[in-house]
C-alpha cells in the first residue's frame, strides 16, 4: 500500500473537479490531489459542446447584453414548480455563475454570447459559448486541458487511472482521508483533511438508470459513468434523496444512435412534424409539429404502454422535397436526393434489424408494433381524414404538414429516448458542503457537479447549466474546502 498525505483530494476530474481543485490551489491550499479514474481528465463535460451559464458576466456587460441573475432565479423557480430544487443553492449558483466566465477568461478562455429563444427574461442570452480554433471541435474539451495545466503549474497533483474506493472519516465524523487504487490494483491510502466529491453521474449504470427512471435504454453520447461516487458519499454518511433528474437529450429512431452532429439530419426527417407518432398500441399520442421544450419528449414517451414509441411514413412522403419545419430536428428544406437516400437506408435497415419495419399492408405494421389491427387502423384511418380535410381534430397539427398515409410500402421506426446526464441524488447546501440525515454539514465534505441534487428540477432547463453549475459549483467547494482547512489549522 503507497500511504499520501495531502490536504484536500478531489474525486473526479470533470469541470466541477478541475475547477474545484484550481480554486483551492490559487486560495493558497499547498496539498491538492485530483483523482480521475479514467485514462484521461475531462469526464463528460470534455464532450460538452462548450455553452455554459453565466448571469451578469463581464461580457455581457461589455457588450449591453445582460442576462439579470433575479430573472433567471425567477424561471428557473417557475420551471420547477418549487419541486427538488434547494432555492439557496440555485440562488447562489445564479449569483456565482457570471463570476465563474470572468475566471475562465481569467485562466486564458475566450467566450462569446449566443442567442437562446427557448427561455423567457428579456436579452435572450442565457449561455456563452467557448471559443474554439476549429469550428468542427464541439466539445468543452479545451477548458479541461487548460484548468488541468493550471493545475499541474501551481503544484498540483492529478492522478489519472486512479480510482477512489472509499472516503474515509475519524471517529467524529470528520473526512480523515481516500482509499484508492490505481489500475494496476495497488491499493493508495491519502491521508486528507478535506473531500471534494466531484465524479459526475451514473450515465452508464443500468442498475441505478433502472432505479431512478424505471428505464435503461437510452441513447446518450455521453461516457458510462457508473456512479460510483453515490456509494462512497452514502458509506461516509451523505444523504441521498429518493428521486434523481434526467437531464434529457432529444428522442432518436433507435437505430441511428446518438451522435449530436451526424445524425442530426436523421433525427430531423424523421422525427419531424410529418411523422404520425403512435405508441406500441398503435395510437397517436404527439404531434411533431409541436413548438415546444422538445427534450420533454422523452418524458411523454416514457408514459406510453412499454415506454416505446415509432414514427410511421408512407412512400409518398419520400418522393417529393419537404420542408422539415419546426418540430423536434426540424429545419430547413429536405431535397428530394436525401429523401431517396433515407428511404434506402431504412430498406437496409429494415433488413438488417428489429427498428425498421417495412410493410405493404397495415396487418405488416400492426404485427411489428404488436399493436391491435383495429386500433391502428381506425387511427391512419382517422388521420387521413384530417388530412383531406386539412384539420387535424385530435392534436391541431399545422395543415402544412398533413401528408394522408395511403401509398405503400409503409414504414415504423422504433424511437429511443435520449439522455445526456443523470443528476443527483447526493444533497448539498449553498455552500457545497455534504449534508447528512440529520440536514447537518459532515465536517471538510464537499461535492458538486452532476452527482449533486438540489439544483435541477425534473428536467434540465437553462442553456448551459450543466456546464456552468458544474463549474460554479467546483469553484464554490474549492473555495469553502479551502476556509476549512484554513479555520481547522488555527
Known amino acids: ?30 496539498g491538492v490531489i485530483v483523482l480521475e479514474k479514467r485514462l484521461n481528465y475531462g469526464g463528460n463535460s470534455s464532450m460538452a459542446g462548450g455553452s455554459i451559464f453565466g448571469a451578469e458576466s463581464r461580457l455581457q456587460k461589455q457588450e449591453g447584453k445582460i442576462v439579470s441573475r433575479d430573472g433567471a432565479f425567477q424561471e428557473v423557480i417557475d420551471f420547477a414548480h418549487l419541486d427538488r430544487i434547494n432555492l439557496r443553492l440555485v440562488q447562489t449558483l445564479i449569483d456565482r455563475s457570471g463570476e465563474t466566465i470572468d475566471w475562465l477568461e481569467n485562466q486564458g478562455m475566450q467566450f462569446q454570447l449566443v442567442m437562446d429563444n427557448e427561455h423567457l427574461f428579456m436579452g435572450k442570452f442565457t449561455a456563452e459559448l467557448l471559443k474554439k480554433a476549429s469550428p468542427d471541435i464541439m466539445q468543452f474539451s479545451l477548458a479541461m486541458e487548460i484548468l488541468a495545466d493550471k493545475i499541474k503549474e501551481i503544484g498540483g497533483k492529478i492522478l489519472l487511472r486512479t480510482a477512489a474506493k472509499r472516503i474515509l472519516c475519524d471517529n467524529n465524523g470528520k473526512i480523515s482521508g481516500v482509499l484508492a487504487y490505481t489500475r494496476t490494483g495497488e491499493e493508495i491510502n491519502i491521508s486528507c483533511d478535506a473531500v471534494i466529491l466531484t465524479p459526475g453521474g451514473f450515465t452508464g449504470n443500468k442498475e441505478l438508470l433502472k432505479k431512478y427512471f424505471d428505464y435503461d435504454d437510452f441513447a446518450t453520447a455521453a461516457l458510462p459513468l457508473q456512479g460510483d461516487g453515490i456509494k462512497m458519499a452514502e458509506e461516509a454518511g451523505a444523504y441521498l434523496e429518493e428521486y434523481a433528474t434526467l437531464c434529457q437529450h432529444f428522442i432518436q429512431p433507435y437505430y441511428v444512435g446518438l451522435s449530436p452532429i451526424k445524425n442530426q439530419p436523421k433525427r430531423g426527417l424523421l422525427t419531424g412534424p410529418y411523422a404520425v407518432w403512435v405508441n406500441a398500441k398503435g395510437e397517436r399520442f404527439y404531434d411533431a409539429a409541436i413548438v415546444c ?92 381524414i384530417f388530412c383531406d380535410r386539412e384539420s387535424d381534430e385530435t392534436f391541431g397539427k399545422d395543415k402544412q ?69 458544474g463549474t460554479t459549483g467546483g469553484r464554490i467547494a474549492g473555495e469553502n474546502a479551502a476556509e476549512y482547512l484554513s479555520l481547522n489549522s488555527r
Open 1 to 30: 500500500m503507497i500511504n499520501i498525505k495531502t490536504d484536500i483530494v478531489v474525486i473526479g476530474g470533470g469541470t466541477a473537479g478541475l475547477s474545484a481543485a484550481l480554486t483551492a490551489l490559487q486560495k493558497g491550499v499547498p
Open 293 to 384: 421544450n422538445i427534450r420533454g419528449i422523452n418524458s411523454i414517451i416514457l408514459r406510453q404502454p412499454g415506454k416505446v414509441a415509432y414514427v410511421i411514413f408512407d412512400d409518398k412522403f419520400f418522393q417529393a422535397p419537404l420542408n422539415a419545419g419546426p418540430g423536434p430536428g426540424g429545419g430547413g428544406i429536405i431535397s428530394l436526393e436525401e429523401l431517396y437516400k433515407l428511404r434506402n437506408e431504412l430498406k437496409e435497415e429494415a433488413c438488417r434489424g428489429k427498428n425498421v419495419y417495412m410493410s405493404d399492408s397495415w396487418d405488416g405494421i400492426a404485427g411489428y408494433l404488436r399493436a391491435p389491427l383495429k386500433v391502428l387502423k381506425n387511427t391512419i384511418d382517422k388521420y387521413n
Open 401 to 469: 404538414f398533413l401528408l394522408p398515409l395511403r401509398t405503400p410500402p409503409y414504414y415504423a421506426i422504433k424511437l429511443q429516448i435520449g439522455m445526456v446526464e443523470a443528476i443527483g441524488p447526493v444533497r448539498i447546501n449553498e455552500r457545497m458542503e455534504v449534508l447528512n440525515k440529520q440536514q447537518d454539514a459532515i465536517p471538510g465534505f464537499y461535492a458538486a457537479g452532476t452527482i449533486t441534487s438540489g439544483w435541477c428540477g425534473h428536467d434540465y432547463h437553462l442553456s448551459g447549466t450543466n456546464l456552468g453549475f
